[in-house]
């Protein structure tokens, strides 16, 4: 079993596909190089995108599996990191129910790309897709040190 701590490096994979990228247009003449090297710089944040993307449906993959507990990816600037949340099954885990103080309301536009994810984690966790998301802020907000208790890095 892998175990993972700190950062990953996503720069270091786009830069890979990059030189990869440019390699093969450099088997080409003279202005297919350069146009290849063009194009790699040009899909740098696309690379990035994509790559978080394949992150965050791992992430999914991993949570269909899981008894108990899901595992997150959180992003520190650009340098994603998988975090294994235990559940906790305390109060504070279950989400607000309609009698609760929600009086406090917001629009909120998201990718859709962003939306289906997070509508199918509120399916598979059983909730709505505005309780994954009032969850999901919450959690964010506690203090590091009692997010360090229940996570464990992977």
Known sequence: MMSY???MDIERHVQAIQADLASAAALGDEAAALAGERLAAAVA???QLRLLDVLTEATLAFNAQLSSGHVEIRLAGRDPEFVLVE???GAGDTPPSPGDD???RITLRLPEALKTQIEALASNE???ANAWIVRALSRSLEPRAVMARA???L
């Open 151 to 153: 996570a464990n890095r």
């Open 5 to 7: 701590t700190g950062h």
């Open 45 to 47: 944040s696309s690379l």
């Open 87 to 89: 559940d906790r099954g």
């Open 126 to 128: 059983g909730v709505s």
């Open 102 to 104: 929600l009086s406090a």
